[in-house]
Protein backbone atom coordinates (compact mmCIF):
# COMPACT_ATOMS: atom_id res chain seq x y z
CA UNK A 1 0.00 0.00 0.00
CA UNK A 2 1.35 3.41 -0.84
CA UNK A 3 1.30 6.13 1.99
CA UNK A 4 0.85 9.33 0.97
CA UNK A 5 2.86 12.63 2.36
CA UNK A 6 -0.78 13.57 3.10
CA UNK A 7 -0.99 10.87 5.14
CA UNK A 8 2.33 11.31 7.08
CA UNK A 9 1.92 15.29 7.77
CA UNK A 10 -1.43 13.99 9.75
CA UNK A 11 -0.01 11.53 11.56
CA UNK A 12 3.06 13.88 12.40
CA UNK A 13 0.64 16.85 12.91
CA UNK A 14 -0.94 14.39 15.55
CA UNK A 15 1.73 12.93 17.45
CA UNK A 16 4.84 15.21 16.53
CA UNK A 17 6.60 12.47 15.96
CA UNK A 18 9.36 12.59 12.77
CA UNK A 19 8.32 12.38 9.40
CA UNK A 20 10.21 9.02 9.15
CA UNK A 21 9.07 7.67 12.15
CA UNK A 22 5.79 8.62 10.69
CA UNK A 23 6.01 6.82 7.49
CA UNK A 24 7.73 4.03 9.39
CA UNK A 25 4.67 3.28 11.19
CA UNK A 26 1.89 3.98 8.31
CA UNK A 27 3.90 1.08 6.46
CA UNK A 28 3.53 -1.11 9.36
CA UNK A 29 0.58 -0.68 9.72
CA UNK A 30 -0.76 -0.42 6.30
CA UNK A 31 -2.08 3.25 6.37
CA UNK A 32 -4.03 2.50 9.42
CA UNK A 33 -3.65 5.94 11.45
CA UNK A 34 -4.81 4.93 14.69
CA UNK A 35 -2.63 1.60 14.58
CA UNK A 36 0.19 3.86 13.15
CA UNK A 37 -0.25 6.25 16.89
CA UNK A 38 -0.20 3.12 18.88
CA UNK A 39 2.91 2.14 17.19
CA UNK A 40 4.43 5.15 17.78
CA UNK A 41 3.27 5.69 21.19
CA UNK A 42 4.63 2.19 21.92
CA UNK A 43 7.89 2.82 20.81
CA UNK A 44 7.81 5.94 23.31
CA UNK A 45 7.56 3.77 26.23
CA UNK A 46 9.84 1.62 25.52
CA UNK A 47 12.61 4.23 25.24
CA UNK A 48 10.69 6.04 27.92
CA UNK A 49 11.01 3.02 30.41
CA UNK A 50 15.32 2.43 29.11
CA UNK A 51 15.98 6.07 30.21
CA UNK A 52 13.70 6.38 33.15
CA UNK A 53 16.75 6.67 35.26
CA UNK A 54 18.65 9.49 32.93
CA UNK A 55 19.05 12.98 33.96
CA UNK A 56 16.83 15.35 31.77
CA UNK A 57 18.91 18.83 32.99
CA UNK A 58 19.34 20.40 29.88
CA UNK A 59 15.54 21.66 27.90
CA UNK A 60 13.82 24.53 26.84
CA UNK A 61 12.10 27.76 29.01
CA UNK A 62 9.56 29.99 27.69
CA UNK A 63 7.08 32.15 29.09
CA UNK A 64 3.96 34.03 27.77
CA UNK A 65 0.89 36.23 28.07
CA UNK A 66 -2.43 35.62 27.85
CA UNK A 67 -4.63 37.97 25.48
CA UNK A 68 -6.17 39.26 28.16
CA UNK A 69 -3.49 40.21 29.89
CA UNK A 70 -4.15 39.22 33.27
CA UNK A 71 -2.46 35.05 33.02
CA UNK A 72 1.00 34.59 32.40
CA UNK A 73 3.16 31.60 32.19
CA UNK A 74 6.20 29.79 32.40
CA UNK A 75 7.54 26.48 31.59
CA UNK A 76 10.30 24.32 31.39
CA UNK A 77 10.68 21.23 29.07
CA UNK A 78 13.63 19.36 29.79
CA UNK A 79 15.42 16.60 27.75
CA UNK A 80 19.51 15.33 28.00
CA UNK A 81 21.58 16.81 25.87
CA UNK A 82 22.17 20.51 24.85
CA UNK A 83 22.18 19.19 21.37
CA UNK A 84 17.96 18.17 21.33
CA UNK A 85 17.52 21.69 23.41
CA UNK A 86 18.58 23.74 20.94
CA UNK A 87 16.74 22.06 17.59
CA UNK A 88 13.82 24.06 16.67
CA UNK A 89 11.60 21.06 17.10
CA UNK A 90 11.73 20.86 20.39
CA UNK A 91 11.80 24.52 20.83
CA UNK A 92 8.57 24.16 18.64
CA UNK A 93 6.74 20.93 20.93
CA UNK A 94 8.07 23.45 23.72
CA UNK A 95 6.25 26.42 22.73
CA UNK A 96 2.81 24.54 21.42
CA UNK A 97 2.59 23.17 25.08
CA UNK A 98 2.86 27.12 26.38
CA UNK A 99 0.05 27.94 24.32
CA UNK A 100 -2.26 25.19 25.11
CA UNK A 101 -1.98 26.40 28.72
CA UNK A 102 -2.19 30.18 27.75
CA UNK A 103 -5.08 29.31 26.00
CA UNK A 104 -6.72 27.24 28.97
CA UNK A 105 -5.31 29.12 31.76
CA UNK A 106 -4.12 26.25 33.51
CA UNK A 107 -3.68 26.15 36.95
CA UNK A 108 -1.10 23.51 37.43
CA UNK A 109 1.31 21.00 35.98
CA UNK A 110 -1.35 18.30 36.40
CA UNK A 111 -3.80 20.53 34.59
CA UNK A 112 -1.08 20.86 31.74
CA UNK A 113 -0.30 17.27 31.36
CA UNK A 114 -3.87 16.46 30.66
CA UNK A 115 -5.16 19.58 28.53
CA UNK A 116 -5.58 18.29 24.82
CA UNK A 117 -2.94 19.02 22.21
CA UNK A 118 -3.72 18.04 18.51
CA UNK A 119 -6.62 15.71 20.27
CA UNK A 120 -3.86 14.27 22.42
CA UNK A 121 -2.96 15.04 26.12
CA UNK A 122 -0.06 16.85 26.79
CA UNK A 123 1.86 14.10 28.68
CA UNK A 124 0.83 11.75 26.00
CA UNK A 125 2.88 13.87 23.61
CA UNK A 126 5.76 13.98 25.58
CA UNK A 127 6.18 10.50 25.97
CA UNK A 128 5.73 10.29 21.74
CA UNK A 129 8.78 12.88 21.77
CA UNK A 130 10.66 10.21 24.09
CA UNK A 131 10.74 7.69 21.68
CA UNK A 132 11.11 9.59 18.22
CA UNK A 133 13.95 11.77 19.71
CA UNK A 134 15.15 8.65 22.03
CA UNK A 135 16.13 10.92 25.01
CA UNK A 136 14.06 11.48 28.43
CA UNK A 137 11.69 14.31 27.94
CA UNK A 138 9.77 15.39 30.64
CA UNK A 139 7.69 19.02 31.85
CA UNK A 140 10.17 19.84 33.71
CA UNK A 141 8.44 23.07 35.88
CA UNK A 142 5.30 24.83 35.22
CA UNK A 143 4.20 28.00 37.32
CA UNK A 144 1.56 30.89 36.58
CA UNK A 145 0.68 34.25 37.69
CA UNK A 146 -2.90 36.21 37.42
CA UNK A 147 -3.18 40.08 38.21
CA UNK A 148 -4.54 43.00 37.21
CA UNK A 149 -1.62 42.87 34.33
CA UNK A 150 0.78 40.61 33.80
CA UNK A 151 4.68 40.87 31.64
CA UNK A 152 6.81 38.33 30.82
CA UNK A 153 10.20 37.89 29.58
CA UNK A 154 12.61 34.94 27.52
CA UNK A 155 16.11 35.19 28.22
CA UNK A 156 18.24 34.68 24.51
CA UNK A 157 18.78 30.83 24.37
CA UNK A 158 15.96 30.07 26.23
CA UNK A 159 17.40 29.11 29.64
CA UNK A 160 15.67 31.43 31.59
CA UNK A 161 12.10 33.00 31.75
CA UNK A 162 10.58 35.38 34.11
CA UNK A 163 6.52 36.07 34.42
CA UNK A 164 5.59 38.95 37.06
CA UNK A 165 1.88 40.64 37.83
CA UNK A 166 1.23 44.13 38.96
CA UNK A 167 -1.69 45.56 40.97
CA UNK A 168 -2.75 47.84 38.09
CA UNK A 169 -3.33 47.53 34.38
CA UNK A 170 -2.29 50.09 31.84
CA UNK A 171 -0.42 51.33 28.76
CA UNK A 172 1.64 53.58 30.68
CA UNK A 173 2.91 50.48 32.65
CA UNK A 174 4.31 48.58 29.73
CA UNK A 175 7.62 49.50 29.93
CA UNK A 176 7.84 48.93 33.82
CA UNK A 177 6.81 45.76 33.18
CA UNK A 178 8.97 44.83 30.73
CA UNK A 179 12.18 46.35 33.20
CA UNK A 180 10.51 44.21 35.91
CA UNK A 181 11.06 40.48 34.37
CA UNK A 182 14.26 40.99 32.93
CA UNK A 183 15.35 42.17 36.02
CA UNK A 184 14.06 39.54 37.55
CA UNK A 185 16.02 37.11 35.35
CA UNK A 186 19.18 39.19 35.60
CA UNK A 187 19.04 39.69 39.73
CA UNK A 188 17.11 36.12 40.70
CA UNK A 189 15.55 37.35 43.12
CA UNK A 190 14.55 34.76 46.17
CA UNK A 191 11.38 36.40 47.22
CA UNK A 192 9.41 39.52 46.64
CA UNK A 193 10.03 41.24 49.65
CA UNK A 194 11.47 40.81 53.09
CA UNK A 195 8.26 39.37 54.65
CA UNK A 196 8.15 36.95 52.30
CA UNK A 197 11.58 35.16 53.32
CA UNK A 198 11.17 32.17 54.92
CA UNK A 199 11.98 31.47 59.13
CA UNK A 200 14.66 28.98 57.78
CA UNK A 201 16.51 31.36 55.82
CA UNK A 202 16.26 33.92 58.29
CA UNK A 203 17.96 31.82 60.61
CA UNK A 204 20.31 30.18 58.59
CA UNK A 205 21.52 34.01 57.19
CA UNK A 206 21.77 35.01 60.55
CA UNK A 207 23.96 32.01 61.93
CA UNK A 208 26.15 32.22 58.75
CA UNK A 209 26.80 36.26 59.28
CA UNK A 210 27.06 35.14 63.23
CA UNK A 211 30.09 32.50 62.21
CA UNK A 212 31.57 34.93 59.84
CA UNK A 213 31.86 37.54 62.66
CA UNK A 214 33.37 35.04 64.91
CA UNK A 215 35.87 33.88 62.90
CA UNK A 216 37.32 37.75 62.19
CA UNK A 217 37.52 37.72 65.75
CA UNK A 218 34.88 39.88 66.30
CA UNK A 219 33.74 40.00 70.26
CA UNK A 220 31.04 38.25 70.98
CA UNK A 221 28.60 40.50 72.14
CA UNK A 222 28.80 42.16 68.99
CA UNK A 223 27.93 38.93 66.74
CA UNK A 224 24.17 39.62 66.74
CA UNK A 225 24.64 43.01 65.31
CA UNK A 226 27.23 42.54 63.15
CA UNK A 227 24.38 39.23 61.70
CA UNK A 228 21.65 41.54 61.87
CA UNK A 229 23.30 43.97 59.16
CA UNK A 230 24.33 41.48 57.04
CA UNK A 231 20.85 39.89 56.95
CA UNK A 232 19.99 43.21 55.43
CA UNK A 233 22.45 43.31 53.34
CA UNK A 234 20.79 40.00 51.96
CA UNK A 235 17.50 41.64 52.11
CA UNK A 236 18.58 44.53 49.21
CA UNK A 237 20.54 41.78 47.11
CA UNK A 238 17.70 38.87 47.05
CA UNK A 239 14.21 40.56 47.73
CA UNK A 240 12.67 42.00 44.33
CA UNK A 241 11.36 45.10 45.59
CA UNK A 242 14.37 45.83 47.63
CA UNK A 243 17.33 45.01 45.28
CA UNK A 244 18.58 48.00 43.82
CA UNK A 245 17.13 49.04 40.05
CA UNK A 246 19.21 47.24 37.32
CA UNK A 247 19.22 50.25 35.34
CA UNK A 248 19.54 52.94 38.09
CA UNK A 249 21.12 51.49 40.90
CA UNK A 250 20.92 54.75 42.82
CA UNK A 251 17.07 53.59 43.61
CA UNK A 252 15.48 50.25 44.64
CA UNK A 253 12.73 48.64 42.39
CA UNK A 254 10.50 49.80 44.80
CA UNK A 255 10.96 52.80 44.43
CA UNK A 256 11.01 52.48 41.08
CA UNK A 257 7.66 51.55 40.87
CA UNK A 258 6.64 54.80 42.81
CA UNK A 259 8.11 56.88 40.71
CA UNK A 260 6.12 55.14 37.35
CA UNK A 261 2.80 55.36 39.10
CA UNK A 262 1.91 55.92 43.31
CA UNK A 263 0.47 53.13 44.38
CA UNK A 264 2.30 50.68 42.11
CA UNK A 265 3.46 47.30 43.23
CA UNK A 266 4.29 43.72 42.24
CA UNK A 267 2.31 41.03 43.22
CA UNK A 268 3.98 38.45 42.15
CA UNK A 269 6.60 36.90 39.97
CA UNK A 270 8.00 33.18 38.81
CA UNK A 271 11.47 32.32 37.51
CA UNK A 272 12.63 29.28 35.67
CA UNK A 273 16.27 28.77 34.78
CA UNK A 274 18.22 26.30 33.58
CA UNK A 275 21.64 25.54 35.78
Not at 47 to 58: F, S
Not at 109 to 115: G, H, I, P, V
Not at 187 to 212: A, C, F, T
Request: proline share 1%; charged share 30%; net charge negative.
Amino acid sequence: MKITAQQVNELRKSTGAGMMDCKKALVETEGDMEKAIDVLRKKGQKVAAKRADRDATEGVVLSKVSADKTYAAVVMVNCETDFVAKNSDFIGFTQSILDVAISNKAKTADDLNNMDLNGRKVEELILDQTGVIGEKIQLGHFEIIEAESVYSYIHPGNRIATIAGFNKSGDNLADAGKDIVMQIAAMDPVSLSKDDVSEDVIKREIEIGMDQARQEGKPEEMLEKIATGKLNKFYKENTLLNQSFIKDNKMSVSQYLSNVEGDLTITGFKRLALA
